[in-house]
């Protein structure tokens, strides 16, 4: 039997999230497991190497890889290494010649530095981008140094910005819209994202997304954070155009909660939301987890309004956090993909 070619969509948590639980279907179904990450991080370390050093942001990325890396003890700990991230360097003693008075560098506490808050994962890429002088030449490099058990492609070889209109983004106007620059500012603001708009607004999509989009037998769309990790991807015209022409079999993967830039989103709107940025999308299935759904008639219109059958199943984690547990979601999938058309 053939391997079954999956292309998981998404950036962050979310995509991690999916990519683990891929991996515990892997073995059951035989998949070949691509994943496309967003590239429009500009928060946090991804931020400050893309302002600092140009390129794409690293992070979403590196977690993709990390998600994916195998299970052999060496790469285990390759890939603990990638996710170690910095402290603040502790403050350095200044020899005294006399008397109590220190310098005014010699604090008590620890002092930031240039690798304080970086990823070393995060270095190694941009570092690997540097060298061979293409992003995917470089995941690759990096996936084989994990033992990757799937491979990682960016959405496009340039990062990209997100911007969006957002109602109520300053509390003392809530009914005034305005722009928001930047994925991390979009992602935490407070008010109600109204549009969604990429900078350039066409950028290039990675030719190697393209083709295993072509190939695929199933795309996967979620969890993440819709805005800012999930519909980005509809809004880069060759990987909407790839995604609707593909002859592959659709998934949607619901949230367990709303995140702060989908406040005010119903379950049902976020599937509302898909159709929006892509009308012509038409999905097979959507699976969300019953307790997050409620009441699920409007959930099932709307999945029907994409074409799509709503499948329920247990896939959080049980201590009553938001979050999904790989395997639960792993189990869930075997039969949604192993499934014949």
């Known amino acids: ?53 140009g390129g794409l942001p690293p992070g979403d990325l590196r977690q993709a890889l990390v998600a994916l890396a195998g299970d052999h003890p060496a790469t285990r700990r390759s890939a603990g290494l990638f996710q170690h991230r910095f402290a603040a360097a502790p403050a350095a003693g200044v020899p005294q010649t006399g008397g109590t008075d220190r310098s005014p560098a010699a604090t008590d506490g620890p002092e930031p530095d240039g ?6 994962g995060n270095l190694v890429l941009c570092g690997l981008m540097e060298l061979l002088g293409d992003p995917v030449a470089a995941l690759e490099h990096a996936g084989a ?10 959405m496009s070889r340039q990062p990209v910005g997100i911007e ?12 005034e819209v305005c722009t928001v620059r930047g994925q991390h500012q979009v992602a935490v603001t407070t008010g109600r994202v109204e549009s969604l708009r ?5 950028p290039a999509a990675c030719a190697e997304a393209l083709a295993a ?3 695929a037998d199933w795309l996967i769309f979620g969890p993440g954070s819709w805005y800012t990790s999930v519909l980005p991807h509809l809004l880069v015209p060759q990987l909407a155009d790839a995604i609707v022409s593909s002859s ?7 949230n367990l909660a709303a995140e702060k830039e989908t406040l005010g989103l119903s379950v049902a709107d976020h599937l509302a939301a898909l159709h929006w940025y892509l009308p012509e999308l038409k999905v097979d299935l959507v699976l969300a987890d019953a307790k997050a759904v409620g009441d699920p008639e409007p959930v099932e219109r709307a999945a029907e309004s994409l074409g799509a059958r709503l499948v329920l199943a247990p896939v959080a984690v049980t201590d009553g956090t938001p979050r999904h547990d790989p395997a639960a979601l792993g189990a869930a999938l075997v039969p949604v993909l192993g499934a014949d058309r």
């Open 145 to 154: 140094m994990l033992g990757a058990v799937g491979r990682v492609l960016p």
């Open 248 to 254: 592959a079999r659709r998934l949607v993967t619901l």
């Open 115 to 120: 690798l304080s808050g970086h990823a070393v």
């Open 1 to 53: 039997m053939t391997a079954r070619r999956v292309v998981a969509f998404g950036g962050g948590h979310g995509l991690s999230a999916s990519l683990r639980a891929l991996r515990h279907c892997a073995p059951e179904l035989d998949l070949d497991i691509t994943a496309v990450v967003t590239v429009g991080d500009d928060g946090g370390s991804s931020g400050r190497l893309r302002a600092e050093r």
């Open 213 to 215: 989009i072509g190939a």
């Open 198 to 202: 990429l900078t350039p607004a066409a």
């Open 164 to 175: 969006a209109r957002v109602r109520g983004a300053d509390p003392s106007a809530p009914d």
